[in-house]
């Protein structure tokens, strides 16, 4: 009787996985999580840090709208820390707050504008 094999490792082409992103300690996460919370009250935005079993988050939502937003980890990668969406997006560098509150503005406006065109949608 035959037995398989290991070929061993992967097809030559084969992509490589990426690392995953180390994320901050509470301490460093809320201190860059809460000039980016300040940036984005500014512009308008809803803002809540949330901490718990898992690493600290930015809740970022439109004050009419709140269950559409965004949450906003801090991740380590290419030599310094970076803002991350939740859906891996890296945003900026930690340093470049103004930068990622743009970002963010520019990701969100369209998701709350869509929801009020369906709720003006619906009255009419």
């Known amino acids: 009787m035959e037995v398989a094999r290991s070929v061993g ?9 990426l ?3 180390t994320y901050s ?3 460093r996460g809320l201190w860059y999580l809460a000039r980016l919370a ?24 439109p004050k009419n709208a709140p269950t559409i937003g965004e949450s906003i980890s801090v991740a380590w990668g290419n ?7 939740s859906t891996g997006l890296w945003l900026t560098p930690c340093n470049r707050v103004d930068l990622a ?10 998701w709350v504008s869509a929801a009020f ?8």
Do not use: C
């Open 9 to 17: 490792g992967n097809p030559p082409d084969a992509p490589t996985a």
């Open 19 to 21: 690392p995953l992103p």
């Open 25 to 27: 300690g509470l301490w």
């Open 38 to 61: 300040h940036a984005l009250r500014r512009d308008g935005w809803m803002t809540e840090i949330r901490t718990g079993r898992h690493r600290p988050m930015l809740r970022v939502y």
């Open 79 to 85: 030599g310094e820390w970076w803002y991350e969406s």
């Open 101 to 110: 509150a743009d970002k963010l503005n520019i990701l969100l406006t369209p």
């Open 117 to 124: 065109d369906a709720l003006r949608d619906e009255q009419f």
